[in-house]
């Protein structure tokens, strides 16, 4: 008999993976049917759970293709990807998403110049691990996030993570790191910190974690580029991390660009994610502005089809 249940709920999740509605099996029955957002605009504002933060519901990520302070942007002509940041600024979006391996800070800092800063949610991470930066040495959080503000010329970082996380016991090997961070928010200097999981070990510890103000996760209806290639897993850890109080940014949508050229997946991605209404927010790794425009009226359709 349990076989029997675990096979039809099973059956259950993949229909509503394919529609989209895979919140509804998990969700209380007197709230599956009703839709956590305002509106159907993209740019609507959103909370990171209980973090104190709020923001845009679609983001900007700067790590394009990126990886010992080297992206996209950084490799492309310098002033189309100004043009670029500053795009996706005039269309209304508030949340900018740089790292340290992604070599973005100075040219985020540019772009800032022509942006009020108080309305922007303005996001780093610390690398860690080995690789993934030039140097070999590995600071402190706090020497490390004092260089970010001189790279990106603020007084505030809204959000400081981890980056990268994949052991089950990150919260043992870094905790001199979270309890610097957690220093540094006391202090102002850091608003809200957390961490970015590429396991879904690190995630359930995430979970567990009442240090995470927010986390990005790695989440599609495809399990590509992923903790785990079956997403209904990945999908009750997202619960578990909502219902904690931690921000949820979804992150790699289109499988780290490789859907890029398949219209329907990507729209069927953007439902599935929003469906889900345990992910707060989402961040898109644009390349041009004809990218964040064509993102924004996905997103305006998806949220239109999930009100009905």
């Known amino acids: 008999m349990e076989k029997k249940r675990l096979s039809l709920h099973r059956r259950n999740f993949l229909r509503a993976l394919s529609l989209g509605t895979a919140h509804v099996l998990f969700s209380n029955s007197l709230t599956a049917c009703q839709t956590k957002y305002a509106s159907i605009d993209p740019l609507q504002k959103v909370k990171l759970g209980k973090s104190g933060l709020e923001t845009t519901l679609l983001g900007i990520g700067t790590g394009v293709h990126a990886g010992n302070r080297s992206a996209f942007l950084t490799r492309q002509d310098k002033q189309k990807s100004l043009s670029l940041l500053h795009h996706a600024w005039e269309k209304g979006i508030r949340f900018f998403d740089c790292a340290d391996s992604y070599g973005t800070h100075s040219l985020v800092a540019e ?3 022509k942006m009020n800063r108080d309305e922007l949610t303005l996001t780093s991470k610390i690398w860690v691990r080995g690789g993934g930066i030039p140097e070999p040495e590995r600071p402190d959080a706090d020497i490390v996030v004092e260089r970010f503000r001189k790279e990106l010329d603020t007084d505030y970082i809204d959000l400081v993570q981890i980056h990268c996380m994949v052991e089950e016991n990150w919260t043992e090997t870094q905790k001199r790191q979270m309890d610097i961070l957690e220093n540094l928010k006391a202090k102002g200097i850091v608003r809200a910190h957390g961490v970015s999981v590429h396991s879904l070990e690190a995630m359930k510890e995430a979970a567990r974690s009442p240090w995470v103000d927010v986390i990005h996760v790695r989440i599609n209806p ?3 580029a ?3 290639p079956d997403p209904e897993e990945v999908v009750q850890v997202i619960n578990e991390l909502h219902s904690a109080g931690k921000g ?8 780290n660009g490789k859907l890029r050229e ?4 990507i729209d069927h991605a953007l439902r599935f994610v929003l469906g889900l209404e345990t992910v ?10 004809n990218q964040v425009d064509n993102y924004l009226a996905r997103t305006e359709k998806a949220l239109t089809e999930l009100r009905g």
């Open 222 to 224: 495809y399990g590509i």
């Open 248 to 255: 949820v940014i979804g992150m790699k949508l289109v499988g």
């Open 226 to 228: 992923m903790d785990k």
């Open 111 to 113: 772009a800032m110049k």
């Open 262 to 265: 398949e219209s329907e997946k």
């Open 280 to 289: 707060d927010m989402m961040i898109i790794g644009f390349e041009s502005g």
